[in-house]
């Protein structure tokens, strides 16, 4: 198979895939088009904003690993590591999950306003199957909620952690993993 063979076959591979596209598009009613398009240039914005934010994410999450040095110096020096090919156990996977969220998190908050704007955009838009609308606003209003949602506080859980012998975590630990999993509307543990 030559060169041009391999060249028709994608142009092919590429048309027959863009055909019910394009067929679903002539059947959309132009709200729901003006809509999509209206989205799609809002979330288009939304990623070039937040690509323009990446050195403010960044330094937030330096200032969160700087903060940690500062604040709790060593506190995992006496971490047990578990052995090659042992599991560790789940509150170490907890804290580990706290820790990635909260670093995501410090990246997030500068992102804040931008989710805030795209949201905004979005709660305006509805389309003809409802469903998918709710979609869309929930998804846009849980991204704004997932930007907001207050950092833990690393180091008095980690201590928590610490002193239990690495056996379980706080109630805050548990709350927080679990709200930057599920979502950040879910209900904090109690």
Known sequence: M???SV???TVIAAVLVALPA???HA???SGDASATRTYLQADLTEMRSEA???PAAFAAIEALRGGLQAECPGVLADEPKPAAGAKSNGSAIEISEELLAAVVGAAERTEYLHRRRFARTVSRLSWGDRALTRRVHSYAAAEVAEAQVPPP?????IRAWVSSGYQTVS?????YVQRMLHGASAAPAT
Do not use: H, P
């Open 2 to 4: 030559g060169l041009s």
């Open 7 to 9: 060249r028709a076959a």
């Open 22 to 24: 394009v067929t679903a």
């Open 27 to 29: 059947q959309a009613s």
């Open 52 to 54: 323009k934010g990446l």
């Open 153 to 157: 506080d690393l180091c008095a859980d």
């Open 171 to 175: 109630a805050a630990t548990s709350a």
